[in-house]
């Protein structure tokens, strides 16, 4: 079974950088999609960034928020997903998670992933 647990939240100045890393303890999820989402105080879960692997190929998708600060990535095992965040802004304050879906659509849609990590905070100071 899948059991996704992230690390690597904490306070941060804007415009520095943080590393989230999110582990498959179950050691299952290789041939899952993975995805990073985020949810602010009173606000929705929103897309971050997801990763898939179709025909020996990699897929990276980004909010358009994120694109050109944060990349997702994955270690050769496929067991611990990597989402590198710089150029850190007050509105990147959220709790993270990580999800894990064997769909390779639509990425960008919460209600597609199977599997949620417990979230770790982020917390960006001005």
């Known amino acids: 079974q899948v059991q996704l647990v992230e690390s690597g939240g904490g306070l941060v100045q804007a415009g520095g950088s943080l590393r989230l890393s999110c582990t498959d303890s179950g050691r299952t999820s290789s041939d899952y999609a993975m995805g990073w989402f985020r949810q602010a105080p009173g606000k929705e879960r929103e897309f971050v960034a997801a990763?898939?692997?179709?025909?020996?190929?990699?897929?990276?998708y980004y909010a358009d928020s994120v694109k050109g600060r944060f990349t997702i990535s994955r270690d050769n095992a496929k067991i611990t997903v990597y989402l590198q965040m710089n150029s850190l802004k007050p509105e990147d304050t959220a709790v993270y998670y990580c999800?894990?879906?064997?769909?390779?659509?639509?990425?960008?849609?919460?209600?597609?992933?199977?599997?949620w990590g417990q979230g770790t905070q982020v917390t960006v100071s001005s």
């Open positions: 999800a894990a879906t064997l769909s390779l659509f639509n990425l960008g849609s919460r209600l597609n992933y199977d599997y």
């Open positions: 990763i898939s692997w179709n025909g020996g190929r990699t897929y990276y």
